[in-house]
């Protein structure tokens, strides 16, 4: 699998005696070993969507600038090119 950073808001804390990573919220002290449920939780309690939000339909990624979510859908599409090669 592919060394991907964290999305912003996010600090992995990995631990080798538990083999699992935490992730935690930088707004509040919500943590989780899974990304998916941080992504969540950031949508749902710390941003407020509007008009000028851009949201990526392969992950749960967010911007203002579409540029960036251009960008971010790009990382997504080969991920998914390498992991079907591979099928």
């Given at each position: 699998?592919?060394?991907i950073p964290p999305p912003?808001?996010?600090?992995p804390q990995c631990y080798k005696v538990i083999?699992?990573?935490v992730f935690t919220c930088q707004k509040c002290p919500f943590?989780?070993?899974k990304l998916y449920h941080?992504?969540?939780?950031?949508?749902?309690?710390h941003l407020q969507l509007d008009d000028s939000?851009?949201?990526c339909t392969f992950c749960s990624?967010?911007?203002d600038k579409k540029t960036n979510l251009k960008v971010?859908?790009?990382i997504k599409k080969k991920e998914r090119n390498q992991i079907n090669s591979f099928l």
């Open positions: 699998m592919p060394n912003h808001g996010t600090v083999s699992k990573c943590s989780t070993t941080l992504n969540e939780h950031v949508k749902s309690e939000a851009h949201v990624y967010i911007t971010n859908k790009n």
